[in-house]
């Protein structure tokens, strides 16, 4: 079954709030990834954490990877309506495994 | 990053006939993978392409109704045989491991969009 959980499974937000999508694995990750999804789009790579407590920051996006290397969590600041699209987080769960396993997402829609 | 394109993009099959999907890139890669998915759900890996040899089928999918081919390093075919409604979905190319990249991130080609009627 799905080891990659994601919550919640969408959020709707007025533009301008904040928005927190949290991931949480069932094992220990080698490392966390997060994929941006445009409706009718393709994922799209954000970001890569491989440390644990590591925190990374992109404009209004900040990514962090938890202490046991097992939660992560994304958390946009001032949303705004580019923003709308469903968040995957994916992590490799056995260190040198090629494969990903993508959380469930979060579908962001955003309230002008 | 590299530069994936798939065809075709979309297409509306008649159950019981096969569709082969096609995955060009722009570079040579080290790994090409393939997933599945289905409206409003997550990315399910079905198979790891390997160049010059059989493709890594994950839990669920076999190389009998998922047969993928990998020639060289920079293409990849995936078929969908014997469709039925249930295969309707998209399907994403991924490649890992661009010339001077890291093997860890993924990048998507843009999916082809599969009805089965």
């Known amino acids: 079954g799905q080891q990659v959980m994601q919550i919640p499974q969408y959020q709707h937000v007025q533009e301008g709030e904040d928005f927190t999508t949290y991931c949480n694995s069932s094992?220990?990750?080698?490392?966390i990834q997060w994929y941006k999804q445009r409706p009718g789009g393709h994922p799209v790579f954000l970001i890569q954490l491989v440390k644990s407590g590591e925190v990374k920051k992109q404009k209004r996006l900040t990514f962090q990877f938890g202490e046991a290397k097992k939660n992560s969590s994304l958390h946009i600041t001032a949303t705004q309506t580019t923003d709308v699209g469903t968040y995957f987080c994916a992590g490799h769960l056995n260190f040198g495994n090629e494969k990903l396993t993508f959380g469930t997402g979060t579908r962001l829609t955003i309230i002008p | 990053s590299a530069v994936i394109s798939q065809k075709p993009s979309r297409d509306i099959c008649q159950r019981g006939t096969s569709l082969t999907i096609q995955c060009q890139v722009d570079?040579?890669?080290?790994?090409m993978f393939w997933y599945r998915q289905q409206p409003g759900q997550s990315l399910t890996l079905i198979a790891t392409?390997?160049?010059?040899?059989?493709?890594?089928?994950e839990s669920g999918f076999v190389i009998d109704k998922f047969p993928i081919s990998r020639p060289n390093l920079t293409f990849s075919t995936l078929t969908v045989s014997n469709m039925s409604p249930e295969d309707s979905s998209i399907y994403l190319c991924s490649v890992g491991g661009p010339a001077g990249g890291s093997t860890d991130t993924q990048y998507f080609g843009p999916g082809t969009r599969l009805t089965v009627l």
């Open positions: 392409a390997n160049q010059g040899s059989e493709a890594t089928y």
């Open positions: 094992t220990t990750l080698s490392n």
């Open positions: 570079s040579q890669v080290t790994m």
